[in-house]
C-alpha cells in the first residue's frame, strides 16, 4: 500500500506495528511477520537513524517506539491510519489485533 512511498514493505510493516501496538522489539516484530531478525534490525537503524523511531534498553531487549520529537508524527501517524482503513480486513485480523492472553481457568472446587 504504502510500499512506494516508504521505500520498501518491511518498513511499512514496521510503522503499521508501532502505531497499532505503540513499541515493540526486533524478535517480536519479526516473529508477527515472519520476517528476518536481520531485515527488521536494519529497517529500525534507518528509522531511528531518520529520527522517525526512538530506542531504549529495557533488559536485555531494545524497545522501540514512535519519536515524540519528530515533526512529522501526527501527519505520518495519520497516513498510516488511512493506509490501515483500506487493509484487507484478513491482513488486519493476522497482523494488527490487540493480543491479550487467554485467562486462565481456574480449578473446579
Known sequence: MLEPLLGNSVVEKI??????YENGYIRGIANTFGINVNGIAQQL???EDGGVVVSQSKGKIRL??????????????NL?????DVLPDEEV???????????RKGKPS
Open 15 to 20: 510503522l503499521f506495528y508501532l502505531l497499532v
Open 64 to 77: 522501540y517506539t514512535f519519536n515524540p520529537r519528530y515533526p512529522f508524527l501526527p501527519e505520518l501517524k
Open 80 to 84: 498510516l491510519q488511512r493506509a490501515m
Open 93 to 103: 485480523d493476522k497482523y494488527y489485533m490487540m493480543r491479550t492472553r487467554p485467562r
Open 45 to 47: 537503524k534507518r528509522l
